[in-house]
């Protein structure tokens, strides 16, 4: 075996006690990007939840993670052999201001490993304790949050969304104060990595443009390989990083996600969503939704989510202007430019995405239109954003295309029209899809094969407010974690309906969503 190094490890080392081989390259390659940080014990590790199919995708040995070692260092409370845990440094813009540093303050990147499909993941936690970047916190986490991070994680990756993933969730036997005293927990989060647009701008304040070579190279060799032969690398990867955001953040759109804090620290550059802390699926469709308690102004709205997307690679690309090129006229219109193309590449995965859940099968040059138009209607008429979608399949359903009139039964509408303020009020924009679906070039395919692809983007079930509170403070209060698993068995298929699974589909009351409140897992 080889040791462990003050650059982390010179070749990968395999724990006997948790059977995961680390190499860790972050550790090895970016010195003075993060500070080495130990381990600290918990009173009583006890693992709650350990995501099988992750674990097996990760090529972990379960048996040892369940073990009593295994949940030790699931606790982040020792750490295996070939681990470096370390706390990632970072600056970023946090609602408009830009803080010089943050970093990890209650987390800590454990190692990396090589997937069972070559990809190389990072191995994380989150509540871990005290770091070098606490700035007077106690570094610790609730359970609430923890199951929430879970939670969420889970269900956008059923959803087909980019995002971090929880490995396990395992109480520590601690009690973490808050408002009151709460139960603590550690979660460990996989990812492709950790790196972030705050992570450029740490260096980039204090020019280091070293350090900040160093980084762009860590970067692409883990992300964009490819970019080592671009004649401006530096470039090529803020093109890379801004085409990777125009499609999250169009999947986020398109399910009514709100992430909440979409401060440049939580953007990460491989194109995965970090950080659920004040995040939440849109109920009722609001384009001015707000979900978080800080964010006063409306600053990450619902609506806002592509705008502060172009606003943060902004700032990732003055932090990489450095490395763009002699001619800083030239590299600040090099940036400018991809920075302006933004919005069309977003439109572009927004409207590939609006026709498939309309079940537009070819691209007609009214489709933008069609599509806003609908959004219009189900904000006018107040209907719940993820049953209106679900509804309509229903309806493309019920459409007898060799009918002689060409339309679709007055039945058919009738759960699509409960769900507005108006029930006439969908019959002139249902006529103009209807001659839409009617006048698409090439086979169409049965009704039924129509329907059935659009409830394939058009979920039945996502994490409801209510029922994730509800499933929440089960646990956290009464250590009754059957709520969490059934909604969490629900998320994890979120296409597929069943009958037993009703009430988890169901918009709360409206007076509960017009107060409801999420806030920072700290």
């Given amino acids: ?18 059977a995961i081989a680390f190499d860790n390259s972050y550790a090895r390659e970016l010195e003075g990007l993060y500070t080495a940080s130990p381990l600290q014990p918990v009173p009583a590790a006890k693992l709650l939840k350990l995501n099988l199919a992750l674990a097996e995708e990760l090529g972990l040995d379960t048996a040892s993670l369940m073990a009593s070692a295994g949940v030790q260092m699931l606790a982040a409370a020792q750490a295996p052999q070939g681990a470096a845990p370390l706390a990632q440094a970072y600056a970023g813009h946090q609602f408009g201001g830009f803080s010089p540093q943050l970093g990890d303050g209650r987390a800590l990147l454990l190692g990396e490993v090589i997937d069972r499909h070559g990809h190389r993941r990072d191995i994380a936690f989150k509540g871990s304790g005290r770091t070098a970047y606490s700035r007077g916190g106690d570094g610790k986490a609730a359970l609430g949050p923890v199951l929430r991070e879970y939670l969420m994680g889970e269900a956008m990756h059923a959803l087909g969304v980019p995002t971090t993933r929880a490995l396990a969730v395992v109480g520590t036997g601690e009690w973490v104060r808050r408002e009151r005293p709460l139960p603590g927990a550690v979660l460990t989060r996989v990812a492709a990595s950790h790196v972030r647009v705050g992570t450029f701008q740490y260096f980039a304040a204090r020019g280091e443009h070293e350090k900040l070579q160093r980084l762009l190279n860590h970067v692409i060799a883990r992300h964009d390989p490819a970019l080592r032969d671009h004649p401006l690398p530096a470039l090529g990867l803020l093109q890379a990083v801004a085409e990777r955001q125009a499609a999250l953040i169009a999947r986020w759109m398109h399910l009514g996600f709100i992430h909440g804090v979409m401060n440049t620290d939580n953007m990460t550059v491989s194109g995965e969503t970090i950080d659920y802390g004040p995040c939440a699926f849109m109920e009722r469709y609001d384009p001015a939704m707000v979900f978080s308690s800080i964010d006063h102004g409306g600053r990450y709205a619902y609506a ?17 202007l450095p490395l763009m090129g002699a001619d800083a006229d030239v590299a600040v219109a090099q940036a400018v430019a991809v920075i302006d193309a933004f919005p069309a590449r977003y439109e572009h995965h927004w409207l590939a995405g609006a026709r498939a859940k309309l079940g537009l099968q070819d691209a007609q040059v009214d489709d933008l239109a ?28 019920a459409f007898d295309r060799a009918g002689a009139s060409h339309a679709f039964s007055a039945d058919a ?17 249902l006529a103009r899809w209807w001659q839409r679906l009617q006048s698409a070039q090439g086979p169409a395919g049965t009704p039924a ?27 956290s209060e009464a250590s009754d974690y059957s709520p969490f698993e059934q909604l969490l068995a629900a998320v994890c298929q979120p296409f597929e309906e069943h009958a037993d699974r009703v009430r988890l589909a169901e918009p709360a009351a409206q007076s509960f969503n017009d107060s409801y409140q999420t806030f920072c897992g700290t």
């Fill in 304 to 320: 806002n989510q592509p705008l502060i997307a172009r606003w943060n690679l902004a700032r990732l690309a003055e932090s990489l």
């Fill in 413 to 429: 509408t009738v759960p699509l029209q409960a769900l507005l303020a108006d029930p006439g009020a969908a019959q002139p924009w």
């Fill in 449 to 475: 094969a129509r329907a059935a692809a659009m409830r394939q983007v058009s979920p039945i079930y996502i994490p409801r407010n209510a029922r994730v509170e509800e499933a929440l403070t089960a646990a």
């Fill in 1 to 18: 075996m080889t040791t462990l190094g003050a650059n982390g490890l010179t070749a990968p080392l395999m724990s006997p006690a948790t």
């Fill in 370 to 397: 069609l599509a806003h138009d609908w959004l219009q209607l189900l904000h006018t008429q107040g209907a719940d954003f993820t049953l209106a979608w679900r509804r309509l399949a229903d309806v493309a359903e």
